[in-house]
């Protein structure tokens, strides 16, 4: 049933526990946020930055993953894992991370892969050489056993051509060729510096291939030469028969190990990132050229043609203004930031250019809150006929407490992305503006991702005027009882709000403002 209040809570056109038939899931009336990794206003969450990491993955090495097949272990142990294969080349993924639980470390971890007959996962018809035939250990025996770290996820390959081929050559066609054995840091992106100028490359066929440390494992690295020169190197060199072993290797912009293959003229670097700085790599086109970027304070980074695009957090307490840097492989010339006639140069760092700039900030002013309406009695939650906690009817949102929020916006231009993030406790939360439900939301206890948030540049288009300086909105907070936690509301007990002694709650701990600056350049080749 749909009437002229589209905000009412039993007629709303959202999964509703009103609804005669279907699901009956008790939603709110205008979100649809369900902590996904990018928040219904666009929200960059850390698990997209997460995900983000797999899938450059996946789209740097998706032809040798698409012809793997899984390969299960043979006995079931704590550790989670399995093998994707081809037949003896592939990738060894583990996870130790459990929504709602907390899973504990994992001591004394070594991976062997053994390949009875040869391989007992072929998928293809490429020959198979004697080296790959060889048990696969990493950590190798040259280091101690790694320790999986609790909410630690990885994927390590193994066996995977360093130079791929289009034509193989006679002594290719027989599986001898270069390997990546194994290497206990996980690959994320790849590129190749053809063409580029920049004084870290001289040599014109060089890919560099980016990994990323394993929190808490020691990086190392096993190479199968096979004709192949390792002209440089970080870390302790060993050798285990055939196999060049690289253990200790330094988290770096540097190169972990340079191989040259003299036959192709052909380089491959290989380079170890930082654990923290693996969710701040990006791999897009910029000016022609596939680039990896590492930008430690943007949120996003995003290309048009020879148009780069950054986007860094900013708020209340920011400085007037803020260094940001974007180190870029290969990088370009130069350059320009919009509205600037001033080109910048890179300087060196490790593989990449690193592009260093000052930029102004918005004032960014916290909005003013004044409560105008005490809260009544918090409500029963009954159960709905699902057997799920109903939603509040408009009738209980009569008895919420409401507050006046006064905003202060000018400071601000129009590269400015603002978002409102409201802290509070209670059963749930709205907010209007010229009465006008903006979104709602149901009492969560986060803080920081998943908390209450609105996108106000995001709604400003259909809502005239949200932007002005001294626009006010109306937040509404509905009481919550402990009793409704202690009896059909299920939210993890560190996430309940402190009820003092009382039984019930309501209130509001603060209003901030965030806001995303857009940041342009033009890139020059």
Request: glycine fraction near 6%; include cysteine; hydrophobic fraction near 40%.
């Amino acid at each position: 049933i749909h009437t002229s209040d589209r905000d009412a809570p039993n007629t709303t056109l959202q999964e509703s526990s009103f609804q005669p038939a279907g699901a009956q899931n008790p939603m709110p009336s205008i979100s649809y946020d369900f902590f996904a990794p990018l928040g219904e206003f666009g929200q960059a969450r850390k698990h997209y930055h997460s995900m983000r990491r797999l899938h450059q993955m996946v789209s740097g090495w998706g032809a040798q993953l698409s012809g793997t097949v899984p390969v299960s272990p043979d006995s079931k142990t704590a550790l989670r894992w399995i093998v994707r294969a081809n037949g003896p080349s592939g990738f060894l993924f583990v996870n130790n991370y459990e929504r709602l639980a907390t899973l504990p470390n994992l001591l004394g971890i070594r991976f062997e892969l053994i390949w009875p007959n040869g391989s007992n996962c072929n998928n293809s018809n490429n020959v198979i050489s004697k080296q790959q035939q060889l048990p696969v250990s990493f950590p190798s025996n040259f280091s101690s056993p790694a320790t999986v770290q609790s909410g630690v996820w990885f994927a390590w390959p193994f066996n995977l051509p360093l130079f791929e081929e289009t034509e193989a050559t006679e002594k290719e066609q027989t599986g001898d060729q270069p390997l990546l054995v194994f290497s206990t840091a996980q690959l994320i992106s790849r590129t190749s510096t053809t063409g580029s100028t920049f004084s870290a490359f001289v040599n014109s066929s060089t890919e560099v291939i980016f990994l990323t440390q394993t929190p808490g494992v020691a990086s190392e690295f096993g190479i199968f030469l096979a004709g192949a020169e390792l002209v440089q190197h970080t870390g302790k060199l060993s050798k285990d028969g055939d196999t060049t072993v690289i253990t200790g290797i330094p988290a770096s912009h540097e190169p972990a190990a340079t191989i040259h293959f003299p036959a192709k003229n052909r380089t491959v670097v290989l380079v170890v990132l930082a654990a923290e700085e693996g969710d701040r790599v990006w791999t897009a086109e910029l000016a022609g050229h596939s680039r990896v970027f590492i930008a430690p304070s943007a949120e996003f980074v995003l290309t048009d043609d020879d148009q780069l695009h950054l986007r860094t957090a900013v708020s209340a307490s920011s400085s007037p203004s803020s260094s940001v840097s974007v180190s870029i492989c290969p990088p370009p010339s130069s350059i320009m930031l919009a509205g600037s006639t001033k080109a910048l140069l890179p300087s060196p760092d490790g593989v990449l250019g690193k592009f260093t700039f000052s930029v102004a900030n918005p004032r960014l002013v916290d909005p003013q809150i004044t409560l105008t309406q005490a809260a009544g009695p918090a409500r029963d939650i009954p159960l709905a006929p699902s057997n799920k906690p109903q939603e509040p009817t408009a009738t209980d949102w009569l008895a919420a407490a409401q507050y006046s929020i006064k905003l202060s916006t000018s400071g601000l231009g129009n590269t400015t992305e603002l978002r409102l993030n409201v802290r509070y406790k209670g059963d749930a939360a709205r907010v209007y503006y010229k009465n006008r439900l903006l979104t709602d939301n149901w009492f969560s206890g986060y803080s920081g991702d998943g908390a209450c948030e609105v996108g106000l540049t995001y709604l400003a288009d259909e809502n005239p005027g949200l932007l002005n300086d001294g626009a006010e909105l109306k937040l509404q907070v509905l009481p919550l009882k402990k009793a409704s936690l202690q009896k059909n509301i299920w939210l993890q007990p560190k996430l309940w709000p402190d009820f003092q002694g009382q039984d019930s709650v309501c209130s509001v701990e603060a209003v901030t403002s965030l806001a995303l600056e857009y940041i342009s350049l033009t890139a020059t080749n």
